[in-house]
């Protein structure tokens, strides 16, 4: 089975720019989610996709949006990027299951200048 | 809103030895579920163990164990026989029935450091 890939690995932008960050799920999976992971922090959650629509939010703007596809891979897109967004960006598949093991990517790491 | 506190920064242990790692948490759900996570340098989660609310056996996997306490509202790992690879991050999170089945609140953290 393959795993969760994210890219690119890195990345850099400066402020105000729009940035597209992709994940490609687990084979068989249908629900993704992303979550954004400050310095020293735990990671903090964005959105989740299933079957190609949002279903559910955590406490951010509505800069960050994401996209699904047919085949689950999915796109988290950042528009006027603020410093603030400088942080590691997980992707992480699942069945949909309340409760299972989520399967994460090695994340983007983004810094914003 | 649901809370997760680590409150140790920094563990160390000796190898072979047997360490604590702790975790509390707050939520107004009956029904969760309790995960503890471990990122090493390569960045990628990975799930060590998993409790469900309802179950009041904890939960065990090979080394790893831990001491969930409902009423207290206490989810700690216990890693027995530590091992250098056990080096890394460790992430308490906490998920529930409601919303996002995938929305998980998680922790600080807590650096964990094995010595030879």
């Known amino acids: 089975e393959t795993g969760v890939t994210q890219s690119p690995t890195h990345l850099i932008k400066t402020r105000g720019q729009q940035v597209t960050l992709r994940c490609s799920s687990q084979?068989?999976?249908?629900?993704v989610s992303w979550y954004q992971q400050a310095l020293g922090q735990g990671p903090q959650f964005i959105f989740q996709?299933?079957?190609?629509?949002?279903?559910g939010r955590g406490n951010f703007p509505p800069r960050f949006s994401g996209l699904q596809f047919p085949n689950y891979s999915s796109e988290l897109n950042v528009n006027a990027l603020e410093l603030d967004d400088s942080a590691l960006y997980l992707c992480?598949?699942?069945?949909?299951?309340?409760?299972?093991?989520?399967?994460f990517g090695s994340g983007t790491q983004l810094s914003v200048l | 809103a649901q809370t997760v506190t680590q409150s140790q920064p920094e563990m160390s242990v000796q190898e072979a030895e047997t360490v604590t790692l702790s975790c509390t948490y707050d939520?107004?759900?009956?029904?969760?579920?309790l995960f503890w996570y471990k990122q090493p340098p390569s960045r990628q989660m990975i799930l060590v163990i998993r409790?469900?609310?309802?179950?009041?056996q904890n939960a065990t996997e090979n080394r790893f164990s831990v001491n969930f306490q409902k009423a207290a509202k206490s989810f700690s790992l216990k890693i027995s026989d530590s091992q250098l690879g056990d080096t890394a991050m460790y992430f308490c999170?906490?998920?529930?029935?409601?919303?996002?089945?995938?929305?998980?609140?998680f922790g600080k953290g807590i650096t964990l450091s094995v010595r030879p």
């Open positions: 992480a598949s699942s069945l949909g299951t309340v409760g299972e093991k989520l399967f």
């Open positions: 084979s068989g999976h249908n629900t």
């Open positions: 996709y299933y079957r190609e629509e949002e279903n």
């Open positions: 939520t107004s759900e009956n029904n969760y579920y």
């Open positions: 409790q469900e609310a309802y179950k009041q």
């Open positions: 999170a906490l998920g529930d029935y409601t919303g996002a089945n995938s929305k998980l609140t």
